[in-house]
């Protein structure tokens, strides 16, 4: 009898044991599972549902971005001219609408209209044909400006110059070739640029006189 006593005793003791440990792993249990919940509503605040943007497209990182910014030059003071009046093939631009009526380096204001152009190493005064090579189209432009200061392009147009050889708008940098006609001299003698003999040509085949190189 007292033998049955001393197992119930010891089974009731082991009972009583384990069931706060049964307790403590319920507790445990819940707590992982809360965690887990909690950090799965973190990571979906975190990354945003691409359905939840226009077009169901996420948002483009600004890193990763294939815009490429063109390379900006320096601005010289007193650049190194080139008088020798060759001609050269680079990209041309047109300036803004925001630089009518603003000075240019000869002094004038830009006229938008007009066929005032910018080089950075033609002198000022220069007279040349720049002909787009995609449209093939050409006018004749006056260098009043210096610029522009951005890698790979020779000279800037004027809005109007832009529309005469086909720039659009919407392109607005295209491939040229720009040719000297008339280029002034340090000494203020005016040298014939590699362009003189084509507009001579388009003047009826006569030659220059000196009130011709004026009138540029």
Not at 148 to 161: C, F, K
Request: positive net charge; glycine residues 6%; hydrophobic residues 40%.
């Amino acid at each position: 009898m007292r033998d049955d006593e001393d197992t119930l005793s010891i089974e009731k003791t082991q009972d009583m044991t384990a069931t706060p440990r049964c307790s403590n792993l319920a507790v445990i249990a819940v707590a992982a599972f809360l965690e887990a919940a909690s950090f799965g509503l973190t990571t979906q605040a975190a990354s945003p549902d691409p359905a939840a943007t226009p077009d169901g497209l996420a948002p483009q990182n600004s890193q990763t971005s294939t815009r490429h910014s063109p390379d900006r030059l320096a601005v010289i003071a007193k650049p190194q001219l080139d008088r020798s009046g060759r001609r050269r093939i680079g990209k041309a631009s047109f300036y803004a609408h925001m630089f009518a009526g603003r000075k240019m380096a000869n002094g004038n204001k830009m006229d938008p209209q007009n066929s005032n152009a910018a080089s950075r190493t033609l002198p000022l005064g220069t007279t040349a044909k720049v002909t787009n090579l995609k449209t093939g189209k050409s006018a004749v432009v006056k260098i009043e400006d210096r610029g522009p200061y951005v890698e790979g392009r020779i000279v800037d147009l004027s809005p109007a110059t832009a529309r005469e050889i086909g720039i659009t708008p919407r392109e607005g940098v295209t491939k040229v070739e720009v040719t000297p006609i008339t280029v002034p001299l340090a000494d203020g003698s005016i040298k014939l640029g590699a362009a003189a003999d084509e507009v001579r040509l388009a003047r009826n085949d006569r030659m220059y006189l000196r009130s011709d190189l004026a009138a540029w």
